[in-house]
Structure formats: structure tokens, C-alpha cells
């Protein structure tokens, strides 16, 4: 394992080291200190383990294709952002837009995630891009969604806010969000419609849970005792007569 | 090509600390924190606003001028003379900095405004007088601009990147109980040196990241309440509309930040009666100081921070808390680089203000 201290420095630097380290063959990394530093783990295309301690800055695990990366503590925005494959899990919260047109691999967030959180994901045969969220979300989740799968589960009381917040799959046109609850309808983008689970669902979603609960120590959810429903969108392209007369 | 004249996409840096219970801070603190977001600026603006440094001269307001001469800064000197009793002038120390070139002549005036300008212009509140000092300065006195105009606070800022811009004023030597900083990367406006951020008037400050869409409307708006708005950057109109709606209109933070990040209509719709109808009146009067497009901004005055987010929330901005002291930042990594472990931290909410106050019993 190669550890290094990021304290006060530069992104540029501390992406060089790691990136020089995996050439050689290094498999494992434990960054402390971090704070702030941007694109951690970038473009990295070998199945490598990096444990973070710190904040890690904007767009963590970006283009990444591969690498398992471990945080401690909170994310920023732009968490796995174009990743290809990989794993992201984050024991705190996490910031907007993560997931942006993620394509493959899966993020898992213990806390709470911000705005546009899978924003323009796509799936394509095997690669099912997945992301898992154990408290709530800001608005827009879901957006222009395109293929993939999320799951929201509102595990710690919605005391402070709603499970999801407003324009819920807004231009949502492939893919499934499933929630823990049912969103109330004036929160639904206009794209999509609320479904109860059907035969097949509860093979996808039960072995994600399982997997969250391995992540973070916890119980694992049961799918059939859970009030989980699904949303789908109601058309493949949405937008497709907006131009037509 | 002249900057202003192309366009360069991305972001800004905004950040912020404070203590409530009015323990002075050193400019040192503000600065590692902005520089934490060094990325998100390009080297074409910084600056801070920084609340308590003066307080042997608490009771004059602190005039803090750019001036691109000598001649500039003695044309707006006379005018101040003739409106103001100058207790004291003088060159803000500076130091030389490698990274910042050409600054413009920067002085600063500690004044109280002449009684009988008050009563011949029959002014009431002597706020009024400075504010339309500050207005013909920045607009009829070519090559000088008030940076700002508070009492017991100052605005630094210039052309480069925010922690050399601190260095360059020396802001090592001052202490405050609260700073905002702001690190710039212009997009649609040039990068000058009045144009960098906070943006100020009175004790208003603002740093801004984003774009207001709506400036051509806030400013019409704006001129009708006597404001100029000359300084060719959009994020002047949020320190003119604090002035005007919560000083000049007696409108409550909450409400202020409420008619510039308004509930949208459909929100409005799904209210109580009277809460929707007291909504509907304040976007019907105030439709013309709604805030559209891209922000988050800080805006602070001499008794607490203010961070909004615009309504869809298209900018970040993070606060947190230890004890007596409260951060705001674009980047949750510029608060734990001071904070350390916070007790609280947590995302703004669209269109849902984060207000501070200093404590009641602190005077400041």
C-alpha cells in the first residue's frame, strides 16, 4: 500500500504520484490529508483500491474505468462523473450532479446527495451504471436520465427534507429510479410515472441493498418489507416531437 | 485581443467566516480559504470584504477608493472635501507583489458627512448622502471608483488571484469579526479592477458566483431609486437591491432574499391562503428585483452574513459550524481547511437563504 500525505498539495501532484504509481504496478493507495483536491483517481483504467481521508475535491473518480475508491468522510459535487466502471463509496454525504453521464460502475453514499444526481446516466448491454443513495436527494433527480439504475432509501427520518426533492426524473427517457416510498405527484417530472414492483425487480434491487448494507456495516433492507415503488418514464424520447409540427 | 472583448466559461470561488460572538480574526484565515478553491478563479479578480478592522475611527465611514491617476484621485478628493469633514487620508498600504502589476492609485478617506450638505439636499438619514457620493464618484468623476463605503469595514480587491491580492494589501496586519472573499473568473464581463469582487455600498458586500441574467431588469429597476450602476458587472445589482429593498423598503432579510429567489408559481399555488397571497403580492411589487439565472452569492453587512442560491440551485455553496464560528464556502474543503472537524455542515438549499447573525449582545 502506498500511502501519501496530501496535505497542501496540489491536485496536479498528488495525480501524478498516483498515476505513476499505478503504472508500476502499485495496487493500493491511502491518501490523507486531502482536501479539495480535484479529479482523484481521473481516467485510471486498472482495478486499483484508493482510501481517502479528507474531503476530496470536484469530480472524483472522473472518467474513471475500474478502480474501487473508498471516502471516509464527505464528497463534493461531481462524484464519478463520465465514469466508465469502478466503485465509488462514500461514508458521509455527497454534493450535485453526482453520477453525471455516468456510464458503468456503481457509487454507493451513505448520507445525503445534492442536486442533478444522475443527471444524463446511460446504460449500453452490460454496462449498467448504478447508483445507490442511503438518505435523501436534492432536486432534479434522475434528470434526462437515459439508462442505468438508482435507488434512493430515506433511511434517516425526513425531518429536515422531503425523500426527493422536486422535478423527481424530469426528461427521464430510459432506466429505473427506485425509491423507498411513494413521491407525492406534484414532485414527478412530467416524463415519468410511479409503478409498484413487479416479478424481477426484487433480483436487481435486493442484492444492491445487500451491498449497501455490506459498504457501511448495516442491516441489510428486505425488498418485500420495504415500501420501495419504481419510476419509469413514459416515453423512449420525450422530446422527440418538440421541433415537430 | 482586450479582456472583456472574449469569452472564457467556467467559475467562481465565494467564501466566508464569521464569528457571532464578534472575536476578530486574522485576514491570514480568509485567505487560506479562498486559496483552498484556487482552480475555480483565473487569475483576473480577487478581493475581500472585512468587517471590524477600524475600529479606532467606528464612527466614520471608511471610504476605500481605485483610481486610475493622481488627477483622478485629486478630482474625487475635492468633491469628497466639499460633501464630507476628512478625518484622515491616506494610501491603503500595500506591498509589492511580483503576481499583481499595474494596480491604480488606491487611497482611503475616513469621513463624517458635512451637516449642512444634509440639511441643504434635506436629507434625513446620512446614509443617503454617502450613497450618492459613492454614485456620482463611480459615475461623473472619470477614472475614480469607491470600492467601499461602511463603517468599521473595508473592501480590498484588484486584478489577480485572491491570495496574492491579499498579500498585495497586507491583509496579514488586519483583524476582523467577519471576512468574505472572493476568487474571479469573469465570463461575460471584463476583468478590471473595479470590476473584481465584493461588490459594495454602505456595509453591504457581496461576492457572487454565477451570473445574473436579470441585470438588465434589476438595473432599470435600480435606476429608478437614484442608483447608477456603473461598474459594468452584474453582481452590483445585489448589493444596491439589499440597500434598497432592506434599508430604504424596511423589508426583512428572509423577505429581501425572498423577493430575489421568489417560491416559483406552482410552489405558491400549493401554499395557505395567506401565505400564498402575501407571496403573490411580493412577486407582483417586486417582479423587477427577481434574480434570474446562475447564482450563489454571500452578502454580508456589519451584523451577519447572508448565502443564497438561486432557486434551481445551478451554483454550490456549502456552510459550516464550530462553535461561534460560521462558514460559508463554494467548496465544503475550504471550511474544513479551517474549521477542522465542524459540529454542523451542510449544503444551501435552492432559494432557501442561510442568515447569520452576530449575537444580540455583541456591539459591533
Redesign the interface.
Known sequence: MLEINAQGMP?RELNRLIREAVAAGEESFRLYNV??Q?YIGAGLRRPVYIEIH??P??DLGVFMDGPTILVRD?G??GVGNTMNDGRIVIHG?A??VLGYGMRGGSLFIRGDV???VGIHMKAYREQVPVIVVGGTA???FGEYMAGGIMVLLGLYGGAR?PLAGDYLGTGMHGGVIYVRGRPEP?RLGKEVRVFELENGDAAILQPLLDRFAEHFGTEPLDVGREPFTKLLPVSHRPYGRLYAT | MREGMVRIPSGCAVSAVMNTRGRRINGEAITRSIACMHDRSNGLGGGFAAYGIYPEFAELYALHLLCDDEAARLDADAFLQKNFEVHRSEPIPTRRVREITDPPVIWRYFVAPRRECLEQRCLEDERDLVTEAVMTVNNRIPGAYVMSSGKNMGVFKGVGFPEDISRFYRLDEYEGYMWTAHGRFPTNTPGWWGGAHPFNLLDWSVVHNGEISSYGINKRYLEMFGYRLELQTDTEVVAYLFDLLHRRHGLSLSVVCRVLAPPFWKDIDRMEAAEREANTALRMVYGSAMMNGPFSIIVSHSRGLIGLNDRVKLRPLVCGRKGDFVLLASEESALRLLLGDPDEVWAVRAGHPVIVEMERSVAA
Open positions: 491536485y482536501c479539495g480535484r479528507g474531503v475535491g470536484n464527505n463534493q459535487d454525504d454534493g450535485d445534492g442536486y442533478r436534492g432536486d432534479f427534507r406534484y
